[in-house]
């Protein structure tokens, strides 16, 4: 059972920034970020193909949003700037994609327990 764990998260001013980090047990080629809002839908954010470095974002996130690898550590980061109040929620790690878009939550097999992100204005 591949286990994810994610850190990073906590409570910033808008503008602010946050670094997040999701540290795989085995080497996952395929992982990716999501967010749930509170009262929303799980989206998704950035995702990477480790073998290659290629990363997918959401249109609304490029820019703002970096997401990067540490093979060596089995673990991806996603880096944030220019945080908004909008951004706050629960973010997900998730790895192996079996179905599905690239950053469609219902595709991927494993599911950290997630870190809280809270921007205030």
């Known amino acids: 059972q591949v286990q994810l764990v994610e850190s990073g998260g906590g409570s910033v001013q808008a503008g602010g920034t946050l670094r997040l980090s999701c540290a795989a047990s085995t080497y996952m080629d395929r992982m990716a970020w999501f967010r749930q809002a509170p009262g929303k839908e799980r989206e998704g954010l950035a995702a990477?193909?480790?073998?290659?470095?290629?990363?997918y974002y959401t249109d609304s996130m490029k820019g703002r949003f970096t997401i990067s690898q540490d093979n060596a550590k089995n673990t991806v980061h996603l880096q944030m700037n220019s945080l908004e109040p909008e951004d706050t929620g629960m973010y997900y790690c998730?790895?192996?994609?079996?179905?599905?878009?690239?950053?469609?939550?219902?595709?991927?097999?494993?599911w950290g327990q997630g870190t809280q992100v809270t921007v205030s204005s």
């Open positions: 998730a790895a192996e994609r079996t179905l599905g878009g690239v950053l469609s939550p219902n595709g991927y097999k494993y």
């Open positions: 990477i193909q480790t073998d290659l470095g290629i990363a």
